[in-house]
C-alpha cells in the first residue's frame, strides 16, 4: 500500500512539474522592420564601404521556461557595397617622370539573405518582457545582377599629373556565404493578451563578402547594426 501511494505522490508532482512547464511555455511569431548600419573595411588593397538601408526579419521564439528559450529567424535587406582600389599608370614611365595614380570603384547592387538559430533569456515583468539573445547561422549575399561595371580613373605619365584617362570595364559577380554570428537585446511590451510591440536592437558580426574576384577580399571582420520594430502574435 505504501508504495501504491508513492507511485501515486510521483505521479501527481511529475504531473504538476508539466503542468507548470505548459503554463511558462510559450510559442510567438513576430515581423519587423530595420535599418542596416554597417562600417568601412579596409585590407589587402581593398576598401568595402557598404550602404546603409531597410530590411525585414520573421521570427519564430519559443520560451520554454520562465526564463530561457530559442528562436529561428530569417531576414533579408538591401546589401550595396562598393568596392574601391588604388591603380596606377598604365605603363612604366621614363625615368624622371613623375608617376601619378588613381582608383579604381566599382558599386554592386546585392541583397542579404540571413538565417540563424539563437537562444534567448527573457523574464517577465507585468506586460513587458525584456531579453538578451545569442546564436549564430549562414549570411548569404546575392548580386542582384552577374556583372558589374569597374570605373578607373588614371593620371598617366606626365609631369603634372593633369592628364586623366577614364575607362570603364565590365566585370562578373558572384553570391558569397559566410557565417554569422548575432546578439542583441530589447523588450517585448505586451499591448493586448496575445498581441504586442517588439523592440529590439541585433548585432551582426561576419567577414566582409566578397562579391567579386576583380578584387582582393579586405578579409576584415565587420559589424552591422540593426535597429528594429516589429509586431508579434503569442499563442
Known amino acids: 500500500m505504501r508504495t501504491k501511494w508513492m507511485q501515486v505522490?510521483?505521479?501527481?508532482?511529475?504531473l504538476a512539474a508539466l503542468a507548470s512547464a505548459a503554463a511558462y511555455a510559450q510559442t510567438d511569431v513576430a515581423a519587423s522592420l530595420y535599418g542596416t548600419f554597417t562600417g568601412t573595411s579596409t585590407g589587402n588593397g581593398t576598401t568595402q564601404s557598404p550602404s546603409n538601408?531597410?530590411?525585414?526579419?520573421?521570427?519564430v521564439r519559443h520560451i520554454t521556461k520562465p526564463w530561457f528559450g530559442y528562436e529561428?529567424?530569417?531576414?533579408?535587406?538591401?546589401?550595396n557595397q562598393k568596392f574601391s582600389s588604388l591603380t596606377y599608370p598604365p605603363a612604366a614611365c621614363p625615368s624622371g617622370v613623375i608617376t601619378c595614380?588613381?582608383?579604381?570603384?566599382?558599386?554592386?547592387?546585392?541583397?542579404?539573405?540571413?538565417v540563424t538559430g539563437d537562444w534567448v533569456m527573457s523574464m517577465k515583468v507585468r506586460n513587458l518582457r525584456p531579453f538578451a539573445l545569442a546564436g549564430g547561422g549562414i549570411l548569404f549575399d546575392a548580386p542582384s545582377s552577374g556583372q558589374a561595371t569597374a570605373t578607373s580613373i588614371i593620371s598617366p605619365c606626365n609631369y603634372l599629373c593633369n592628364a586623366v584617362l577614364l575607362?570603364?570595364?565590365?566585370?562578373?559577380?558572384?553570391?558569397?556565404?559566410k557565417p554569422v554570428f548575432v546578439y542583441g537585446g530589447?523588450?517585448?511590451?505586451?499591448?493586448l493578451p496575445h498581441i504586442g510591440l517588439r523592440l529590439q536592437y541585433r548585432g551582426n558580426l561576419y567577414k566582409a563578402p566578397n562579391l567579386t574576384a576583380f578584387?582582393?577580399?579586405t578579409g576584415a571582420f565587420t559589424h552591422t547594426a540593426e535597429p528594429m520594430i516589429g509586431v508579434y502574435f503569442r499563442f
Do not use: F
Open 215 to 217: 578584387y582582393t577580399s
Open 53 to 59: 538601408a531597410a530590411g525585414g526579419l520573421l521570427e
Open 167 to 177: 575607362t570603364t570595364t565590365t566585370i562578373s559577380t558572384s553570391t558569397t556565404t
Open 101 to 114: 595614380g588613381g582608383l579604381t570603384t566599382t558599386p554592386v547592387s546585392a541583397n542579404a539573405h540571413e
Open 72 to 79: 529561428g529567424t530569417y531576414s533579408i535587406n538591401r546589401a
Open 186 to 191: 530589447g523588450v517585448d511590451w505586451g499591448l
Open 9 to 14: 505522490a510521483i505521479l501527481v508532482v511529475g
